[in-house]
């Protein structure tokens, strides 16, 4: 899927109501969405996915929604006042923002390109014989670029760990970073730049509070700890979820929904005994990777990415990336993030967060793992990995192209759309009737209008996993034409039977069985 397919992958997006640009009649506001008809089911349907996954098939996970603002030194205590900054250079001659740590790794990226394109080369050259690691092992222009690589990686890493802005910019200029609009090297210095939006609360008679709102859901988490564990009679280790809002100021937001500065978080923070952290890492690693691959776009198309700086907080991280149209790129993070902010919240609040631990016989702060994902990235990830153009041949026996989403079927907007074959004769009504019965479980969708082979490609458009058409013959003998999206496959079978067809279909519980 290239660049151009994800152009097509946007514009599809919005006309088929699954995102619009906010305030769009006042010519938009940059890098905030909206979600329409269908998106903001697929959307419901990932967080779903999520958190069941999380608080229903764990025991000891539990749910929680706290409050976007929150009192202003939790910002203090995190370490977001101080430390949440992203490096950002503007280029002179275009006057354009980009992250200097987004070019850097996109320099790295285009080196590991060409290694790809090698490897590619001597796929096709070799055949079957192909030895891939030995390939890479032994090929000069690989080897040469991965010392390239090795070395940029780590000077970038470096100046990241020293919070080196002049050697990263410094980097730019020696691997001939240029503006993509200007074609220029005529950069600026790389400053920090915080990504929180305040605001304040109260009216300034009373003396108005400066508040954030906040980057991350994790905080009302930490600080809830407490209250969790106690009314919940918790043991650790436990784990608490969340699923909310949250707000960056983000530099540079072009990427459609990948990049937003009002996005939605799903974070699970896991409280552990200290010196168990990096098992349970590894298990969240595990557990995370497996509930992305459940959904069938690819184990492929998943990686790990170690982060070339650990933030302030964590002594461990990693991301899961997959392969999006612009290549790979970081739908979740997990992090171990050690003691670190309920030991600030202790120190800041001056009240004890700690867990009597029976079995020690002593009381000490917890550790925490977390797992943090971004719902739109993960829609994006979605989308991009169902948008499918195939070729066909049509009713008529002639070639033709049909655009169909094939999402997973338990995330699909609409489960099943019903079409009386003609508007007349009884069966708009035999139709209703048949989602009368289902509307309780599926979201099905009515549709007259148009032939039926426009009815199906709208559908398909949409991901409906099934369309059902009711004829003549189901006023005879109840029973009608199912029609699956992905094969075009139609059968005939009893209106009786739809329900357990469905319910199979589009139950989560085959994606929870998928699970290690
Ligand atoms: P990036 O390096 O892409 O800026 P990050 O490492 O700062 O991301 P985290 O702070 O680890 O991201 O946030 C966890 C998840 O939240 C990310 O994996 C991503 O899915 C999502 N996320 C973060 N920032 C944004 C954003 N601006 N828009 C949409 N989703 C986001």
């Keep these: 899927m290239s660049e151009d397919i994800f152009k097509k992958l946007v514009a599809h997006s919005k006309e088929y109501g699954f995102v619009f640009q906010s305030s769009e009649i006042y010519d938009g506001l940059g890098a905030v969405y909206d979600y329409g008809q269908n998106g903001v089911e697929l959307k419901n349907n990932i967080k779903k996915y999520w958190w069941d996954s999380m608080v229903m098939l764990h025991e000891n996970v539990v749910g929680l929604d706290s409050a976007i603002f929150m009192h202003p030194t939790i910002w203090k205590a995190s370490g977001h006042v101080d430390a949440f900054n992203d490096p950002l250079i503007d ?217 070339e700086k650990l933030a302030h907080y964590a002594n461990a991280a990693v991301d899961v990336e997959y392969r999006f149209p612009f290549g790979f790129k970081e739908v979740e993070g997990i992090h171990s993030r050690t003691d670190f902010d309920l030991s600030q919240h202790q120190e800041y609040s001056g009240k004890k967060i700690q867990y009597y631990d029976p079995e020690e016989g002593k009381s000490y702060v917890p550790y925490v793992v977390e797992t943090s994902i971004g719902v739109d990235r993960m829609f994006l990830q979605v989308m991009a990995a169902s948008y499918c153009e195939e070729e066909m041949i049509d009713g008529k026996g002639q070639k033709d192209t049909r655009v169909v989403l094939r999402l997973p079927a338990q995330l699909a907007p609409v489960k099943m759309a019903v079409m009386p074959l003609v508007k007349k004769d009884g069966l708009p009504e035999k139709a209703r009737a048949i989602i009368d019965e289902l509307k309780f479980d599926f979201k099905c969708q009515y549709d007259e209008k148009d032939s039926i082979g426009k009815r199906y490609r709208r559908m398909d458009a949409i991901g409906t996993p099934f369309c059902v058409t009711v004829d003549h013959q189901t006023l005879e003998d109840n029973t009608v034409t199912l029609r699956h999206r992905d094969t075009m496959k139609q059968d005939r079978v009893e209106i009786s039977k739809l329900y357990g067809i469905m319910a199979e279909a589009v139950s989560m519980k085959s994606l929870f069985a998928k699970l290690k």
Excluded at 110 to 125: D, L, S
């Design 91 to 307: 280029n002179k001659d275009s006057k354009k923002r980009y992250r200097a740590d987004v070019l850097i790794e996109e320099a790295l990226a285009k080196i590991e390109a060409k290694m790809e394109k090698e490897v590619e080369k001597a796929k096709k050259r070799f055949g079957d014989a192909f030895d891939e690691t030995q390939f890479r092992a032994t090929n000069p222009r690989v080897l040469a670029n991965q010392e390239k690589w090795d070395a940029l990686h780590k000077r970038f890493a470096d100046a990241l760990n020293d919070n080196n802005l002049e050697e990263l910019k410094q980097i730019i200029i020696d691997n001939d970073v240029a503006c993509p609009m200007s074609g220029t090297k005529n950069w600026t210095d790389v400053r920090q730049f915080n990504l929180m939006f305040a605001t304040e609360m109260g009216s300034t008679a009373d003396g108005a509070l400066k508040v954030f709102l906040r980057p991350e859901t994790a905080q009302g988490i930490f600080v809830n700890y407490m209250n969790v564990q106690k009314t919940g009679r918790m043991k650790l280790p436990f784990g608490i979820a969340q699923i909310g809002k949250a707000f960056r100021n983000e530099i540079v937001a072009r990427q459609f929904i990948f990049r937003m500065r009002e996005f939605e978080q799903m974070e699970m923070q896991f409280f552990v005994k200290p010196g168990t952290e990096l098992d349970w890492f590894e298990k969240w690693k595990e557990t995370r990777m497996s509930w992305h691959q459940s959904l069938g776009f690819g184990a492929e198309n998943y990686r790990f990415h170690e982060h």
